[in-house]
Antibody, heavy 123, light 109 residues
Framework: EVLLMESGGGVIQRGGSLRLSCAASGFTFSGYTMSWVRQAPGKGLEWVSTITGSGGTTYYADSVKGRFTVSRDNSKNTLYLRMKSLRGEDTAIYFC????????????????WGRGTVVTVSS | EIVLTQSPATLSLSPGERATLSCRSSESLSNHLAWYQQKPGQAPRLLIYDASNRATGIPTRFSGSGSGTDFTLTISGLEPEDFAVYYCQQRSIWPLMFTFGQGTRLEVK
């Protein structure tokens, strides 16, 4: 079964740092571009970051550029999101999401999502 | 930045009725538009990709259409489990970024 499972969320003070993880199983993780998408409480979906299968290319939303770093460990089938200088507006559920096609750069949509991990930034 | 505008914000219908959800883009997308369904407390689920292709396991009552800037998700014969929030989504070529519409909440009338 193809599965994504996020972890690492929690309550963190404003200005603090946190690292999220997304464990993948059931597919050849290293072949797929992966992304992070977040959802603030009661709000819609916001793309955060994308990383290609090799980890060689990364992309970020302007709202997190310079504060968040996406990475992956293909030997552990795990995607990461390092978040620093956290703000109140970073409070959200963070989902990891998978590209539908292997080894084709960044595709146009996501075919599988994890259940998310909750990050709450407190003042 | 490409903006996706969904309408209506809320759609109130009864089971068995037909739902028509709209997604309008500020720029032409060709056919690279996807639709997702999200239920409370759950992750989004891919319904439609490339504007009109059903994802694996999606019932045939879900259909997508459109190209360019205007897209539609149609649900023919609403089932109780279809009441949820629906999002459209696109990916810009450069700078690379993904954007979502603000969502349409489909609720029981």
């Amino acid at each position: 079964e193809v599965l994504l499972m996020e972890s690492g969320g929690g309550v963190i003070q404003r200005g603090g740092s946190l690292r999220l993880s997304c464990a993948a199983s059931g597919f050849t993780f290293s072949g797929y571009t992966m992304s992070w998408v977040r959802q603030a409480p009661g709000k819609g979906l916001e793309w955060v970051s994308t990383i290609t299968g090799s980890g060689g290319t990364t992309y970020y939303a302007d709202s997190v550029k310079g504060r968040f770093t996406v990475s992956r460990d293909n030997s552990k089938n795990t995607l990461y999101l390092r978040m620093k200088s956290l703000r109140g507006e970073d409070t959200a559920i963070y989902f990891c999401a998978k590209d539908p096609k292997e080894a084709v750069g960044v595709y146009y949509y996501f075919d599988l999502w994890g259940r998310g991990t909750v990050v709450t930034v407190s003042s | 930045e490409i903006v996706l505008t969904q309408s209506p914000a809320t759609l109130s219908l009864s089971p068995g009725e037909r739902a028509t959800l709209s997604c309008r883009s500020s720029e032409s997308l060709s056919n690279h538009l996807a639709w997702y369904q999200q239920k409370p407390g759950q992750a989004p689920r891919l319904l439609i990709y490339d504007a009109s292709n059903r994802a694996t396991g999606i019932p045939t009552r879900f259909s997508g259409s459109g190209s360019g800037t205007d897209f539609t998700l149609t649900i023919s014969g609403l089932e109780p489990e279809d009441f949820a929030v629906y999002y459209c989504q696109q990916r810009s070529i450069w700078p690379l970024m993904f954007t979502f519409g603000q969502g349409t909440r489909l609720e029981v009338k």
